[in-house]
DNA sequence: TGCCAGGTCTGAG
DNA sequence: CTCAGACATGGC
């Protein structure tokens, strides 16, 4: 068992806020899972962050972004009302540094679906092609590397329940065997050339790489615009206006800043978890007042 | 039963 | 370039 600060971490939020998708609950208060290829599990007890597994302090500080990235995201970012009731909301919701090619992935199966049924297509994929690992949370598997993905048949890929996104998997696998895409190169590549390489594979929009770039690729402007943030901007922002999802981001990231990937996931989470919901407490401190209503 | 789910692809105007 | 429909599947 391993231990260090938990800086405010929440895991419930962090963890089960739809950027992962295969952090699952156990009864005993732990999150199983995997940091990269390494079987992991996690939990916070009063202000202490507990991790058990074959993965070092440092491995796990970088997939929390326990570097002060969140610091300088609330510093840096403009924080207005709405960002602001979500700060308050979940003081202790975090980005994580995931891997890039599960991401990528995971994000084409998300697609016009929903988040327990992209855990479960993930998991799936893991148990067709991924090494088995065996841990306390019972015997699951390692997400798979492109070549064992791109092994798979399209009839493999739909036992999974993924449908018609069983070409899309297969083609970007493919894709990234051949040399088309390297996702482990995305994160040192520019926001706009990495954005560019990750449109050029099957399955890819505009929604799905922001996904890719800003939960896996350190690229913390991002800012996906999905059904979800459509109606957050259409609610708090610009009541009674239309505007397509390319204009919705482009407004956002100028309104938000650097930073407006990490605003994009607070005003997310905010939007989908329903008023009365059970909130963690953290020893954060509260932020300070809103400061102005943007104009439409 | 019919609609919706963290969209993308395709073909028409 | 912009905009409808189709698209597998499962839950409610």
Known sequence: MNRRGAAGLDLEATLHSGQAFRWVRQPSGWHDGFVGPERVRLRVRGDV????????????????RLD????????????????????????GLRLLAQDPWELLVSYILSANSNVAKISRTIEGIARLAGEPSDGAGGLRHRFPGADAVAELTETDLRSTGMGYRAPYVRATARRVVEGGLDPARLPGMNYEDAREA??????????????VLLYGCGHVGAFPVDVWMERVLRERYFPRKRMNHAAWGAWARGHFGPWAGYAQHFLFHDRRT???????RTAVARPRAAQRRPRA
């Open 49 to 64: 962050l507990e991790w058990g597994g074959d993965v070092g302090r440092a491995t796990v500080e970088r997939y929390l």
């Open 68 to 91: 002060g990235s969140h610091e300088t995201f609330l510093r840096e970012v403009v924080r207005d009302a709405p960002l602001e009731a979500a700060l308050g909301r979940f003081p």
């Open 198 to 211: 990750l449109l050029e594979c099957a399955g890819v929009g505009p929604k799905v790489a922001d996904c």
């Open 274 to 280: 329903p008023a009365g919901a059970p909130v963690t």
